[in-house]
Every structure is written in C-alpha cells, then in structure tokens.
C-alpha cells in the first residue's frame, strides 16, 4: 500500500470533516459565525498545506515546502482571528495583514524566483512559531475567567508545544547537522511522522475548540434556565429554589430571612396607554434599579408578571424593612423616557420576616403576599410588613 496515498486519505478525512463540523456549528448550532468561518477557513487552509506533502512525491512537486509555509501561516491567522471573536478579543486585523502579505511575499516573490527554499522554510518556521506562542499568551487569561485554569493549560500546552516544533525547525534547516536522526530515517518514515504529529495535534486543537463551544452553550443553556428573558433576572423557578434553602437553614440553624414581595403600581395602565413594548421597558427598569440598590448578597427575581421577589438573607424585620423603603425610593427616582413624555413609576411592598423554624416556606410566601395586597389597598408606593400567621 502506497504510505503517501494513505497520508493524503488521512489529511483529506481530518481536515474535511473539522472543516465540515465549523461550517455546521455556524449555521445549526448558533455558534459565532465570524468565529465559525475563521476555524473552518484555518481548518481548510492547514489541510491543503499538509496535503502537499504526501502530494509532492506523487505529483513530483517543486517548491511545495514554500507554499505549505504559506498556507500554515495564512490558516494560523485564521485561527486566531476566529478565537478573538470567540472570546471576544480586541482584533488585530491591520497586524494580521501586514503578516499575511510579509509571508506570502517573501515566500513565494523573493525566495522562490531566488531558490531561497530553506531560508524561506525557516523564517516561515519561526514566525509561525512566535505567533502561536502570542496567541496562547493573550488567550490564556480570558480562556481561565471563562472556562477555568485546565482548558486555558490545554490550550497553552497545545499551541506551546506546536510553537516549540516551529521554532526548532526553525533553528535546525539551516544547520543540518542539527537534523541528527530525522536524516537518519527513511524517507516514507520520516513524512509519516511529520504528517500523523501534525494530523493529531489538529485533532486535539479542534477537540478543545469544539469542548469551549459546548461548554458555552450549556452555560447560556443554564443561565436560561435561572434567568428570566427580559430583565436578566433570576426567574421564579430559580428563587424559589433560594428560598427553600434558606427555610432549611431556618429549621436546621435558626438562620433569619426576609422577604419582600414588589409590584409595579398601575402597571396595566401603562400596557393599555404606551402599549406593551413601554411595559416591557418599565419592566427593565425597575429591575436594574432594584438590582443596582440591592445589597450584594441579597437575590432579587421576577416572580411573574410585574410582580418582583427579593430574598434578604440573615435579615431580621428592621433590616428588612429599611431595605424595602431604600428600594421603593429608588423605584420613585427612577424616570423612563418614551417617545415624547417620561414615564415615573412606584411600588408597592409587602415583607415578611421568617424568624420561626416552625412555619413553613408557603406560609412565609403567603404572608407576604398578603402585606402586598394590603399595600395595595391602603393606596399604594408603601411598605407594608406582615406579622405571623399560624397556619395549620
């Protein structure tokens, strides 16, 4: 079996199919096209320069080493660029081009009229490798804060290792007593090493490109899940799993809790008048405020509707209630512009403090509600504070 016919299926194989998976991450799976398109284009880019190789000795290319350096560079470029806007980098695209265009000049206007091959290999080699040592650099800080200390190592170890080929390569083509073994070799041994280290490094490149992406889309999946759509706050669901831990707490250590149940005042007004796109920008509002006045380690959440949920742990009702009024006070501040006129809200508040082991979270939820409606009825923008309720 010719070893060069099975190099070039392998290449082809490898390369095609990443190349295929970025072009369906970009149109199936919502990934960043511009970050898509830069993998799939450095995918296709790094195929056709390894293709080459296995290709010379069937085809009796000439100068093919000069044209692979090329297309490694130009798919390197790419490479980092997608990353960029994957992890959402300053770009670098006046850098990128003046590289681009310096490599494919030297290469293939000054070095292949002059037969220059190994001095264009090597500088070729050696800016490949300071560009794979920058990008692992620059990526490693934001790959850490997003996805941890283990895939920005990979990542490091990854383009590191590829950058020490480059460069020793780099420093041994000009000297070829430094080849030592690797003149050694038989010729077919030595080009499959060559292309399967390089086959596998592309794998292991694309395995971790491809594990960023899933990991990203399963956190935009849970934060989903918490979160409601429209104001970024946590949704029902996820406050009422806070909640239930904090009346564990309660029961188990005699930890105290408050909590305040919000509703925008003459909220339907607003829908029926300005329509639900002015309702939808109250909404957020209200939220950033509450959110911004909020202490640290209280939770706020939209619990449905126009109706707003925030949990004040270890807070008794003096606590509680100067919260509440320091948030309705903030809501009276807040002026939202809409077309031609500004629309001023307030709120009403009931709060319930769970200072009783005995009483369950229902019930907690139910007093609260009952002060809300109470703050409703004795003529809205108030705090009004529920006692305890003995519920069976």
């Given at each position: 079996?010719?070893?060069?016919?099975?190099?070039?299926?392998?290449?082809?194989?490898?390369?095609?199919?990443?190349?295929?998976?970025?072009?369906?991450?970009?149109?199936?799976?919502?990934?960043?096209?511009?970050?898509?398109?830069?993998?799939?284009?450095?995918?296709?880019?790094?195929?056709?320069?390894?293709?080459?190789?296995?290709?010379?000795?069937?085809?009796?290319?000439?100068?093919?080493?000069?044209?692979?350096?090329?297309?490694?560079?130009?798919?390197?470029?790419?490479?980092?660029?997608?990353?960029?806007?994957?992890?959402?980098?300053?770009?670098?695209?006046?850098?990128?081009?003046?590289?681009?265009?310096?490599?494919?000049?030297?290469?293939?206007?000054?070095?292949?009229?002059?037969?220059?091959?190994?001095?264009?290999?090597?500088?070729?080699?050696?800016?490949?490798?300071?560009?794979?040592?920058?990008?692992?650099?620059?990526?490693?800080?934001?790959?850490?804060?997003?996805?941890?200390?283990?895939?920005?190592?990979?990542?490091?170890?990854?383009?590191?290792?590829?950058?020490?080929?480059?460069?020793?390569?780099?420093?041994?083509?000009?000297?070829?007593?430094?080849?030592?073994?690797?003149?050694?070799?038989?010729?077919?041994?030595?080009?499959?090493?060559?292309?399967?280290?390089?086959?596998?490094?592309?794998?292991?490149?694309?395995f971790l490109?491809?594990y960023m992406?899933?990991?990203?889309?399963?956190?935009?999946?849970?934060?989903?899940?918490?979160?409601?759509?429209?104001?970024?706050?946590?949704?029902?669901?996820?406050?009422?799993?806070?909640?239930?831990?904090?009346?564990?707490?309660?029961?188990?250590?005699?930890?105290?809790?408050?909590?305040l149940m919000?509703?925008?005042?003459?909220?339907?007004?607003?829908?029926?008048?300005?329509?639900?796109?002015?309702?939808?920008?109250?909404?957020?509002?209200?939220?950033?405020?509450?959110?911004?006045?909020?202490?640290?380690?209280?939770?706020?959440?939209?619990?449905?509707?126009?109706?707003?949920?925030?949990?004040?742990?270890?807070?008794?009702?003096?606590?509680?209630?100067?919260?509440?009024?320091?948030?309705?006070?903030?809501?009276?501040?807040?002026?939202?512009?809409?077309?031609?006129?500004?629309?001023?809200?307030?709120?009403?508040?009931?709060?319930?403090?769970?200072?009783?082991?005995?009483?369950?979270?229902?019930?907690?939820?139910?007093?609260?509600?009952?002060?809300?409606?109470?703050?409703?009825?004795?003529?809205?923008?108030?705090?009004?504070?529920?006692?305890?309720?003995?519920?069976?």
């Amino acid at each position: 079996m010719d070893v060069n016919a099975v190099l070039l299926a392998c290449v082809l194989l490898v390369h095609g199919l990443v190349t295929l998976m970025w072009w369906m991450a970009a149109n199936w799976l919502g990934l960043s096209r511009r970050a898509a398109s830069h993998w799939m284009i450095a995918a296709l880019s790094n195929g056709v320069a390894l293709s080459l190789l296995p290709l010379q000795p069937m085809l009796s290319l000439t100068n093919h080493i000069l044209l692979a350096n090329v297309l490694v560079m130009l798919g390197l470029i790419s490479m980092r660029r997608g990353l960029q806007s994957f992890l959402r980098l300053p770009h670098t695209d006046v850098s990128h081009v003046m590289l681009g265009v310096s490599v494919v000049v030297f290469n293939l206007l000054v070095c292949l009229p002059m037969g220059w091959t190994t001095l264009g290999e090597s500088v070729s080699s050696l800016f490949i490798a300071l560009l794979l040592w920058r990008t692992a650099y620059d990526n490693h800080k934001p790959l850490t804060h997003e996805f941890g200390r283990g895939v920005a190592r990979a990542h490091s170890v990854l383009l590191g290792t590829a950058g020490l080929t480059f460069g020793a390569t780099a420093v041994m083509l000009p000297v070829p007593a430094l080849l030592g073994i690797w003149h050694l070799m038989p010729a077919d041994t030595a080009l499959f090493t060559f292309v399967f280290s390089h086959v596998t490094m592309s794998i292991l490149t694309s395995f971790l490109a491809g594990y960023m992406v899933i990991m990203r889309l399963v956190s935009r999946l849970e934060h989903l899940s918490h979160h409601d759509s429209l104001t970024g706050l946590l949704n029902r669901r996820a406050i009422e799993h806070l909640l239930s831990r904090e009346a564990q707490r309660l029961q188990r250590f005699n930890e105290h809790f408050s909590l305040l149940m919000l509703d925008i005042d003459h909220f339907k007004r607003i829908n029926d008048r300005l329509g639900h796109a002015a309702g939808d920008a109250v909404l957020c509002a209200v939220a950033q405020t509450l959110q911004a006045h909020a202490r640290e380690v209280d939770r706020v959440a939209r619990f449905g509707g126009e109706e707003f949920c925030v949990l004040l742990p270890h807070t008794l009702h003096e606590g509680a209630l100067q919260a509440a009024e320091r948030l309705r006070e903030a809501i009276n501040l807040v002026s939202i512009p809409w077309n031609d006129e500004v629309i001023s809200v307030t709120i009403s508040t009931g709060l319930a403090t769970a200072d009783n082991p005995e009483e369950t979270l229902d019930a907690i939820i139910q007093r609260a509600d009952q002060a809300l409606y109470q703050a409703k009825a004795d003529g809205r923008n108030r705090v009004v504070a529920a006692r305890f309720l003995n519920v069976a």
